[in-house]
């Protein structure tokens, strides 16, 4: 399969570098040569202009999709033309304007779940795509060849392909990465006129909460507008679950059970997020492991832990303020706790006292 990939970003530049790996002859192409000679540089293909690629991805700036999107259709009669914007409603009724007899059919809507917070072909990587969701938009009048061409592709790179409706899939995004991206940059600039002192008191709750907020403004700005009604749905029960706290911070009659009320829903909405490989959530516990800050602790925890046959369901990692100190916590299934705390004991690892035997403190 020959696909033609038009914009070099941080998405055409990765799919380029994981399709080519995988065999498949790709072409690119930006408004920018210095952006697509880039791309080419890094193995994502070669700039050209084929004549009768076989798919075409478009991989332009939000803005300017459904446009690029109906030049392609007129520009290569016999190609399957797909797109891996964020938002997919707004983009097919652009098309559906400017589309004459069967070109839609030739059309169909994709995004990949996937991203950095840095952009530009600089920042891709071929396996960006590896066990991410890829949503397929299309519906009964799709050719059953082309919607397999698109699968094939998103496949090829590693993604797991999803079929969804345009409107569910924009409804679906607004809460579980549009709005998010909002709330994280708010939050994050709360952090602009606080004193440094203050900030230094940060830890990983709060990492945790604003790490997307690095992403690139002009990139979301665009993503944001064409999908600002969804997200401004969502928005509005945000600040209504919101004010309803600040309410209850006056702390009259009442108040704690509506503050307590919106923490335990927090729990229940973040217990539906999928777990490892997509599957239902699962119950862990955590064990923490204080580390010094040098080459090869973490490689010499991992043995160690590994070498206890115990596996490690998640990690997050908390750097210490001041000192080259930082604590691990590992999660694991709860018939491994007492194994990995009594190993790691052992093995000459400090863990916090509430992991010591009670017994052995006496």
Partial sequence: MNVHIVGTGLLGTSLGLGLSRHGYRVTLEDLSPTSAQLAADMGAGEVARPEDPDVVVIATPPDVVAQVIVDALRT????????????KTAILDAVKQHTRDRELDRYIGSHPMAGREK???IAARAD???ARPWVVCSDEDTP?????QVVTIAQAVGASVMHLDPLFHDSAVARVSHAPQVVASIMAA???????????????????TTRIADSDPGLWTQILAGNAAEVATVLRDIRGDLDRVIDALDMRPGSLRTIAGSLAAGNDGRA?????????PATYET??????????????????IGDLGVNIEDIRIDHATGVKLGSVELSVVPAHVQVLIQGLREN???????ALDPKEEK
């Fill in 76 to 87: 290569w009669p016999n190609a399957t033309i797909t797109d891996v914007a964020s938002v």
């Fill in 119 to 121: 952009s530009g072909a």
């Fill in 128 to 130: 960006l795509f590896m």
């Fill in 144 to 148: 059953q060849e082309r919607l397999e």
């Fill in 190 to 208: 709360q952090l602009v006129d606080m004193p440094s002192e203050g900030v230094a008191l940060a830890g990983q709750g709060l990492r945790d």
């Fill in 272 to 280: 539906r997020i999928p777990g490892k490989h997509g599957l239902a």
């Fill in 287 to 304: 064990v923490t492991v204080y580390v010094d800050d040098a080459p090869g602790t973490l490689s010499r925890l991992f043995t160690d």
């Fill in 348 to 354: 000459g690892w400090r863990l916090p006292e509430q």
